[in-house]
């Protein structure tokens, strides 16, 4: 099945070049010029996923990824300048599961989306081995693979797709401590290189989410210089 992606961008060269490489390998694009446009059309028409320029009028990056995370887990990949770490730290907080730096190369970029659909695919149930991968229950935390659903206390958490592999990573072993590059191959493609500050920021944005629904979760712990851990106890 095609996926849809929606490419948002205020510079129409960009537009054009990574919607023609797109559709060569047999995504359907929607290009949107700035935030405010691609909000409205989104939220009526959801996509598969999304690719966002961080600098764009009306409404930033930054500002649609937050409006989105509203209601939606939609994968999203930033395009950054090498001026803009502050925002890609913002962004992954926010729940961005990716970003590339600008100027880059169509080839990375497709690889990129390619992996985040293949896990998008497989958590939502679209995989070979997704129907026969149990649920995973400890203590009062559910995960099911193949639903892409996680409950606190049966209360629904919504998590993005690398959010959702990094807690599972945590939750399959309780007790045992997973290094920032065990986490990063749990969810990440081999050919896609993460540091540690944005596997840190994707345990934060994890943390915020279940705390909003129970303040005292306290289960994921940071082991300093070592990596993270999660007790079920």
């Not at 649609?64 to 770490?85: A, C, H, N, W, Y």
Request: charged share 35%; net charge negative.
């Amino acid at each position: 099945m095609s996926h849809t992606i929606a490419l948002v961008d205020d510079d129409r060269n960009i537009l054009t070049s990574v919607s023609i490489a797109l559709e060569a390998e047999g995504f359907r694009v929607q290009t949107y010029t700035d935030g405010a446009e691609a909000l409205r059309s989104l939220t009526a028409r959801p996509v598969d996923l999304a690719i966002l320029d961080i600098k764009m009028p009306r409404m930033d990056g930054v500002e649609l990824l937050k409006r989105l995370r509203e209601k939606s887990s939609l994968p999203v990949i930033f395009l950054t300048s090498k001026d803009e770490e502050i925002d890609e730290v913002l962004g992954f907080k926010m729940g961005a599961d990716d970003y590339i730096r600008k100027p880059f190369s169509l080839r990375l970029l497709i690889e990129r989306i390619r992996a985040i659909l293949r896990r998008a695919d497989l958590a939502a149930g679209g995989g070979d081995d997704a129907d026969s991968e149990p649920k995973i229950i400890r203590g009062d935390l559910l995960l099911d693979p193949a639903r892409h659903e996680c409950r606190w206390r049966d209360v629904g958490v919504t998590l993005t797709v690398t959010e959702f592999l990094i807690l599972k990573s945590l939750v399959i072993r309780p007790g045992h401590v997973r290094s920032r590059d065990q986490l990063m191959d749990a969810a990440y493609d081999d050919n896609i290189y993460v540091d540690d500050r944005t596997i840190d920021s994707h345990i934060k944005r994890i943390r915020k989410k279940l705390k909003a629904v129970d303040e005292t979760f306290s289960q994921i712990e940071t082991l300093y210089g070592v990596g993270y851990r999660y007790n079920d106890k």
